[in-house]
């Protein structure tokens, strides 16, 4: 049930920022939602729930942009995983909340330069539909890190949310 409910959250944020999201650009780039909850969930929680999401949500990220294939979901297992083994000491603190907006940034900036790199390099080999420069990179990056940011503590408390409420079903499971 638990990763039903993750599929149907993936599914909405997908949504949200490929139909309205991404009306509303900045710098041409729309929100990382995905990332977003991959971040938190590898932050916050102490299971590997982050590394379906990251799949799962990779996966759907990949099938609907034009990049090629393992570029979504390969950056958000990368960023899980050094989010999870990395900073999950220094996010043990008594509010772990203050520092993740920094750990957003540096994830966002982490994320895009792996796809520019990833798809620089499958773009020879004819795997990639389109490379693009250093310079168009870094002003998405820019436009996402400005969204993300905005958006980070209201999906953040949502996020929250959620877990509780997982977490109170598997409690209700056990008795």
């Known amino acids: 049930m638990k990763y039903l409910i993750y599929f149907v959250v993936i599914i909405f944020c997908i949504g949200l920022s490929v139909g309205v999201f991404h009306l509303f650009p900045i710098y041409r780039a729309v929100p ?3 990332l977003l909850l991959v971040i938190v969930s590898s932050a ?3 299971d590997l729930d982050f590394l379906y999401i990251a799949i799962a949500g990779g996966m759907f990220m990949d099938i609907v942009t034009s990049v090629a294939f393992g570029s979504f979901t390969l950056s958000f297992m990368i960023i899980g995983f050094l989010i999870r083994f990395l900073l999950q000491g220094l996010l043990a603190a ?5 520092a993740l907006p920094l750990v957003v940034i540096l994830s966002i900036i982490i994320q895009y330069f792996w796809l520019w790199l990833y798809n620089g390099l499958l773009f020879p080999l004819k795997v990639s539909l389109s490379a693009s420069t250093f310079t168009d990179t870094t002003a998405l990056a820019f436009g996402a890190v400005i969204y993300s940011v905005i958006l980070f503590f209201p999906i ?5 949310r959620l877990h509780g409420f997982l977490d109170s079903m598997e409690l209700r499971k056990k008795y």
């Open 156 to 160: 953040y408390w949502l996020i929250e």
């Open 94 to 98: 008594k509010n772990p909340w203050k």
């Open 44 to 46: 916050e929680r102490h």
């Open 32 to 34: 990382q939602l995905i």
